[in-house]
């Protein structure tokens, strides 16, 4: 299939790149998708104003993101490098309480629905913790959710 798909997100679009598709990839920003234990999990390419949560949902990366990026929960927690956490505006409150509830929470934790992608953040890292906290599950408090790979 020679087609770019795009899928609008309302911060920007994502856009998936085909083999033999002549789009310019040099204005796209890399993004390496690590496992709990530090493993690759897949890189991929994003447009500037693309969110984290998105991204990981168009390339099939396992980031739940249970509220669908309404910062209701905090199930797109991701792990990024004290380098690159440096980089983005500090979280507001409405992350940060969500944050307080969420497994593994380390110093540069952020929400991936909150992780807006800019130039800057070309080449960076998000690693996924090895456990997810949903607070509730069809209406029933929900027990932690654990990646055994």
Do not use: W
């Not at 980089?87 to 992350?95: A, F, G, M």
């Amino acid at each position: 299939m020679d087609t770019l798909t795009d899928l609008s997100q309302g911060r920007g679009t994502l856009a998936t790149l085909r083999p033999g598709n002549d789009t310019d990839s040099s204005n796209r920003i890399k993004v390496h998708f690590k496992d709990s234990k530090g493993n690759l999990i897949k890189t991929v390419e994003a447009n500037e104003g693309d969110d984290l949560l998105s991204i990981a949902h168009e390339y099939d990366i396992d980031l739940e993101g249970a509220c669908e990026g309404s910062v209701a929960c905090s199930t797109c927690h991701v792990i990024l490098t004290p380098d690159y956490y440096d980089r983005l505006p500090e979280p507001d409150d409405e992350e940060n309480d969500m944050l307080d509830m969420a497994f593994g929470l380390t110093d540069t934790s952020r929400l991936g629905c909150q992780v807006i992608l800019k130039r800057e953040l070309d080449g960076m890292s998000a690693t996924l913790p090895s456990a997810t906290r949903n607070m509730f599950v069809d209406g029933t408090p929900a027990p932690f959710s654990f990646d055994c790979s």
